[in-house]
């Protein structure tokens, strides 16, 4: 997940409000339902410390959720009487949530709004192919293109034996061979506009391969074949499957990435590291390039103590004061390194969805990163 619409976040100091809400419900729950919520998280907050001013603004806040369409849940970052970041959701949280602490607490967005996969579906026959664009929770066309039309006559395969045949069948090969082509290139030109990550072709066998085997090798990753031969639209399930899988793919591919990286080279160096003090350090030293969160692991709401700075960071409080810090808080773990991270340009990733099946390659306590170097 790139982290970078998070620097809005930490340009002011907190503390913070943080609340997480469930709005897929909001088309069942009556007003006077949804309003009692509201009023319970601001309460919430204000039970944690929070000022009149912020509980107003979220209040303020949810309340507007509630006179528009929305997407199936929201999250709220608010201080100083004002809403800074209103991120929308993939899916909703098991619970609406609100946390008064000093740092915003991100680490949901990790699962809730980090691994959504935008696909371009691209329905191939041989004479071109229609592009619709899907998401969560919407679709909407993307574009389609012809190939050439010629010969006149039905583009298909014969197994007569005539010269003049056989000439027919060639030209019938070379009109599939260049609309492959066609596709593959308008295909690759979809996927640099929407920026999907990942590219699912409806079609029989030979035209999705023949698309396949043409488009770019940057793109060989993001490419699926779909469950449903051609003339089929995909149905929402069929596309929520696609998503799961590529989402488990990445993450399991992240985790051999960090086994790999945990076992020390010829010279005993690593370039991966996990535990909080570990992870602390490499923080301070700008190291980190990615880092893992598992987060129901038990290092993720770790004490961890920080300054005003991202950097400024350590396990104990005393260490902060060696630092030349002269103002401390103590935090969550991982919103902690989740801040460092956003400061470095660092991505970061939820491991859960290939955890459950590697458990061992996780990060031990559900912490863990790639290094930049050793």
Request: glycine share 6%; charged share 30%.
């Amino acid at each position: 997940m790139d982290l970078a619409f998070l620097h809005p976040l930490y340009e002011h100091p907190g503390p913070w409000a943080s609340v997480y809400v469930d709005t897929s419900r909001h088309a069942e729950d009556d007003s006077h339902e949804r309003r009692l919520t509201d009023e319970a998280l601001s309460r919430e907050l204000s039970g944690q410390g929070a000022d009149d001013a912020t509980c107003r603004a979220v209040r303020e806040a949810l309340e507007e959720l509630r006179l528009s369409p929305e997407p199936p849940g929201r999250a709220l970052f608010a201080r100083a009487g004002g809403v800074v970041l209103d991120p929308p959701l993939a899916r909703p949280p098991r619970r609406d949530s609100a946390r008064w602490a000093p740092l915003p607490h991100t680490a949901p967005l990790l699962e809730l709004a980090g691994e959504d996969p935008v696909c371009v579906v691209a329905y191939i026959d041989r004479k071109g192919a229609d592009f619709e664009l899907r998401g969560a929770p919407d679709r909407r066309d993307a574009g389609s293109v012809s190939g050439r039309q010629w010969p006149v006559q039905p583009v298909h395969r014969t197994s007569t034996v005539d010269w003049s045949e056989r000439q027919f069948q060639l030209k019938v090969e070379n009109t599939w061979e260049h609309n492959a082509g066609e596709i593959a290139d308008a295909l690759a030109v979809a996927q640099e506009e929407t920026r999907a990550d990942l590219l699912i072709l409806v079609g029989d066998d030979r035209a999705r391969r023949a698309v396949r085997e043409r488009l770019p090798g940057r793109l060989a990753d993001l490419v699926v074949d779909a469950p449903h031969g051609i003339g089929s639209r995909l149905l929402d399930e069929d596309v929520e499957q696609a998503r799961a899988e590529h989402v488990r793919r990445r993450a399991t591919r992240e985790l051999e990435r960090f086994r790999a990286a945990r076992h020390p080279d010829a010279e005993g160096r690593s370039t991966a590291v996990e535990g909080v003090p570990a992870l602390v350090e490499a923080a301070r030293e700008h190291r980190i390039d990615e880092l893992l969160i598992l987060p129901d692991g038990p290092d993720a709401h770790r004490e961890v103590w920080i300054g005003e700075d991202p950097d400024q960071l350590a396990v104990r409080r005393t260490d902060l004061g060696i630092l030349g810090e002269q103002h401390s808080w103590s935090a969550r773990a991982d919103d902690a390194l989740i801040r460092s991270a956003v400061a470095t340009g660092a991505p970061a990733l939820s491991v859960t969805p290939a955890a459950a099946a590697a458990r061992e390659e996780a990060p031990v306590g559900g912490l863990g990163a790639l290094l930049r170097w050793s």
